[in-house]
């Protein structure tokens, strides 16, 4: 698709379809230039029962010739009250699907009737041109039949948002929606084809013209460091592990960076422990809290934030090798901790732990880490909250309003002591099992939480039931695949950090 943004004009345009936005009882429609031709359109529609203009719906008049446009295309947005930015980002997903539909190639958005409500204006059009641009993705990367798009896109501004201002709030749309669609491709892509090695290669691909610091450690460097965990749950497989990293500076050197951390485990067979047959396809996902770290470290450094960022990403796969590790084998930690592998499926805190205390020597100001930890957090939240639990309420309360931006929804998961008793080992400093039943994600947060340096602000966000196949709640994620769960809320952590 491409996108351009103007000043809204009704008459002398090119432009196939004309794009407006109602919401219920108003048969009025205020498109300077058009209004009489629209509203009559819309009040038909209306009183024959055929349109109420409520949330998602939608109505495409073919050959209705309104102002300098051959097609009307009106979209409900349900009751004034009730529209948040999150209704115009899902109605940017019923502009693409009913544009996809009718086949039509060009077509102007009016900015005025979408943005009347939006608080403020210019995140309602951010949350909308998201909505258009994460609806159009599409993996497609082993297919012979493409997919098409719906052609050009103007974006036309009148008085709620003016033309220059459109212009750089379409920009940060266009990054964000990238950066997601980015995290949602390396998901997507199969294990065979996003390996940890050719998740570093990816990232780095991602990152050329940016202002990001790429390094990855290989096998070596990364025995080096003494990361057991991340060797351990790599050994056995074919595959060697990868430990990328990513630098933004935006702000002064002396402003303590914020750190990103993500599960990059590129298929989670169970290893010994090995997983079921049914559904283990989808553990190509495993990736995701990794793949969402990245994306997001695209956007951060695109964006040009002002501030200091490192993300890290341990990433290898878990299979059940010669080598493999086996329940009741003793690792350490490069924290120097060691652990009771009770189970080999238990693997993302393994490589996590790593991860967290390399971060931790940074001396951060907060670290944030993002993982497909637990089916646990499935149970729990299903596909509708990311988990998320913490040591710090101020922290916590920075990601909680962060999601509340974004239009992503996040809840705060309890984190005590008592989970914390559950994961001490029998024969060795932790087990990466929980002795109990039950609060599976709490015990496995608890778990991380030991290797976070000590006073440092963090925050775990188990993305494990929002990170893929979240189509049938949000009509811009595809129903099956990845979600991109978190990359815009981290952006928005990144903005105000
Ligand atoms: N990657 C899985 C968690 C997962 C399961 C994510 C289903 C998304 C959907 C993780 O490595 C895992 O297998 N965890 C185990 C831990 C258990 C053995 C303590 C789990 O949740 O069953
Ligand atoms: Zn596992
Ligand atoms: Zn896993």
Known sequence: MNLQVKKFSADNEETGTLVVF?????????????????????SEAHTNEAFAAGVKEALFFRNSYVGGFKHLLVVGLGESKEITN????????VVYGQLKAAKVKDSTVHVDSLVKYAKPATDG??????????????????????????GDITIGCGTAVTTVRGK???????????GTNLTRSLGDAPGNKMTPTLLAKATMNAAKGTK??????????????????LLGVAQGSDEDPRFIMMEYKGAAASKKPLCLVGKGLTFDSGGISIKPGAGMH????????????????IAIAKLKLKVNVIAFVPSSENMSGG???KPGDVITSRAGKTVEVLNTDAEGRLILMDALSYASDKKPAAIIDLATLTGAMVVALGNSHTGIYGNDDKLIQKVEAAADRSGERVWHMPLVSDHHDDMKGTHADLSNLSST????????AAFLENFVGEGIPWVHCDIAGTGWNCGNRLNYCPAKGASGAMVRTLVEVAKKF
């Open 212 to 229: 990001l610091k790429i390094t990855v450690l290989t096998k070596a460097q990364i025995q080096k460091e003494k990361m057991g965990g």
């Open 22 to 42: 109602a919401t219920p009882g108003k048969k009025s429609v205020s498109v300077a230039g058009a209004e009489k031709e629209v509203s009559l359109l819309v």
């Open 168 to 178: 750089s709030v379409v920009d940060v749309a266009v990054i964000t929606a990238e």
């Open 323 to 325: 080598s493999a590790l």
């Open 282 to 297: 989808e553990m190509k996902y495993d990736m995701q809290g990794g793949a969402s770290v990245i994306g997001a470290m």
């Open 125 to 150: 059009l951010q949350a909308f041109t998201e909505g258009l641009l994460l609806a159009e993705y599409n993996y497609d990367d082993f297919k012979a039949q493409k997919a098409t798009s719906i």
């Open 86 to 93: 999150e209704t115009l980002r899902q109605a940017g997903a």
């Open 437 to 444: 039943r039950g609060a599976g994600s709490a015990t496995a």
